[in-house]
């Protein structure tokens, strides 16, 4: 399995929805943000946005969230992944001017593809293994079931 891990960031995002380090998921590839923390460089709290841009339309994952002067949130990380599929970039935007900073933290693949449902009917393929083995199933000596893409 081909995994790139890249770390972008963005200063002084202000009021325009604004990819975070001008990030967008290249063709046939898949991503994971393992990492996504806003800070306010402010002194004074501000609302933030942060959206899935599927080259289109604009899909939020937090809508005016509170980030307290000087303070940070963390949207993604531990057991909160955000996958992203190609063409799609996370944008943030705050209520104040040049007052957040952010980092986004990605796992990119390009293994194998599976089809996913993106909410509109109609599946998109991604880069993604998947793996199950019964172990009951390999105690019996019994042929493991595995999937391939079309």
């Given at each position: 399995?081909?995994?790139?891990?890249?770390?972008?960031?963005?200063?002084?995002?202000?009021?325009?929805?604004?990819?975070?380090?001008?990030?967008t998921v290249?063709?046939n590839?898949?991503?994971v943000?393992?990492?996504l923390?806003?800070?306010?460089?402010?002194?004074s709290?501000?609302l933030?946005?942060i959206?899935?841009n599927?080259?289109?339309?604009?899909?939020y994952?937090t809508h005016r969230?509170?980030v307290?002067?000087?303070?940070a949130?963390?949207?993604?990380?531990?057991?909160?992944?955000i996958?992203?599929?190609?063409?799609?970039?996370?944008k943030?935007?705050?209520?104040?001017?040049?007052?957040?900073?952010?980092?986004?933290?990605?796992?990119?693949?390009?293994?194998?593809?599976?089809?996913v449902?993106?909410?509109?009917?109609?599946?998109?393929?991604?880069?993604?293994?998947?793996?199950y083995?019964?172990?009951?199933?390999?105690?019996?000596?019994?042929?493991?079931?595995?999937?391939?893409?079309d």
């Amino acid at each position: 399995m081909a995994n790139t891990f890249l770390r972008k960031i963005s200063r002084n995002i202000g009021t325009s929805l604004t990819a975070v380090g001008s990030y967008t998921v290249g063709a046939n590839v898949g991503a994971v943000v393992a990492g996504l923390n806003i800070s306010n460089t402010s002194a004074s709290q501000v609302l933030a946005n942060i959206a899935i841009n599927n080259g289109t339309d604009d899909f939020y994952i937090t809508h005016r969230i509170p980030v307290a002067a000087g303070g940070a949130v963390s949207v993604a990380g531990g057991e909160q992944k955000i996958i992203l599929q190609t063409g799609d970039a996370i944008k943030v935007n705050s209520s104040a001017a040049s007052s957040l900073d952010v980092l986004m933290n990605i796992m990119e693949t390009n293994e194998v593809g599976v089809t996913v449902d993106s909410g509109g009917g109609g599946g998109s393929s991604y880069p993604f293994t998947f793996t199950y083995v019964n172990q009951s199933s390999l105690l019996n000596n019994d042929s493991i079931l595995s999937f391939k893409p079309d």
